[in-house]
């Protein structure tokens, strides 16, 4: 079974500027001719383990959230049939990293600058009934962080005052709390025009979208608000599946196509062919295939 699963890993380049996301992409393909049955597939789940070491061998912090999972008892794995991929896009920084000294930013964790390689692994059969322990080991990751640019470091500034917004109780640099989604649509707006790849906006399209501080929260709990839905607004898609186009082999990419994929299948459908055999293509295909595995598992369940 180890020879005909095979686990990778990858970030899509090996330099970064310090403070730029870091979309860590983990596949497990089925090289053989019989479906694989295996536990659930997803950075930050049991089954999962990953190390990060500096190039001085002393050991990253990593925290991965390790969500447990329930299963019914007629459940014998997850099928992964002959020639298939199971795909996993997360943001490294909010995996592993060092402490923030002070401050809210981007990210839950810092990657100084540095040398870094990130080992991952994956227990193929946690759970599974009747299988033997089988640990797939990913081909380890090696990358350098670097210092930021002047350009750079006043656009990760500006999108941490940004970011700051929803969090304070007053304003910030003008702007209320209620103002933050509005201001960030603009800010994605004018530098998909310029800059579409720009590796900062699937993360802001993506996590961005869905931050809320507990003052603004609060606010639209007692109605003084609208709740803002980035999974319906119009803008916000159609800079979604512009982005996705223009980074369509980034594993940035890959990470705004799994952000669709809960509320998009019509889009999904369409990204399967336009986006051919890119990275984000085969995100898109694979979750397709997802969508339409829980729309029969809903319509088989009893009413």
């Known amino acids: 079974m180890a020879q005909q699963l095979r686990l990778s890993a990858e970030v899509g380049k090996a330099e970064f500027f310090e403070g730029e ?26 089954p999962f383990t990953m190390a990060v070491t500096r190039d001085d061998g ?26 298939a991929s199971v795909m996993n896009t997360l943001v490294l920084q909010d995996l592993a990293g060092d402490e923030w000294p002070r401050g809210r930013h981007l ?3 810092h990657f100084p600058p540095a040398e870094y390689k990130v080992q991952v692994e994956f227990a193929a059969h946690l759970g599974v009934p009747r299988t033997a ?7 380890p990751i090696i990358f350098r962080i670097r210092a930021r640019t002047v350009a750079e470091e006043a656009e990760v500034s500006e999108l941490e005052g940004m970011w700051q917004m929803d969090w304070d109780t007053t304003s910030v640099g003008g702007h209320g709390g209620a103002a933050y989604k509005a ?10 025009g310029g800059h579409a790849d720009d590796p900062l906006l699937p993360f802001l399209l993506d996590n961005g ?17 609208p709740r803002f839905d980035p999974d319906t607004s119009e803008v916000v898609s159609w800079l ?8 369509k082999s980034s594993t940035g990419g890959t990470r705004l196509v799994q952000a669709l994929s809960a509320r998009h299948p019509d889009q999904l459908a369409a990204l399967r062919t336009t986006l051919g055999s890119t990275l984000c ?3 898109a295909r694979y979750q397709a295939q997802v969508s339409r595995q829980l729309q029969r598992s809903r319509s088989t369940q009893p009413r």
């Open 107 to 109: 990210f839950l964790f």
């Open 133 to 139: 322990p089988l640990t797939l080991r990913a081909a």
């Open 240 to 247: 979604r599946l512009g982005v996705i186009e223009r980074q």
């Open 58 to 83: 002393n050991p990253v912090p990593v925290r991965m959230p390790s969500i447990d999972f329930l299963v019914p008892p007629s459940w014998r794995g997850d099928p992964v049939p002959p020639g």
């Open 281 to 283: 293509g085969q995100m």
């Open 21 to 46: 996301p870091i979309y860590l992409l983990v596949r497990l393909q089925n090289l053989g001719t019989d479906t694989a049955w295996v536990t659930f597939f997803g950075l930050g789940t049991l």
């Open 183 to 192: 201001t960030l649509i603009e800010w994605v707006e004018k530098r998909f």
């Open 209 to 225: 979208m869905y931050s809320l501080g507990p003052t603004l929260m609060r606010q639209i709990e007692a109605g003084k608000l």
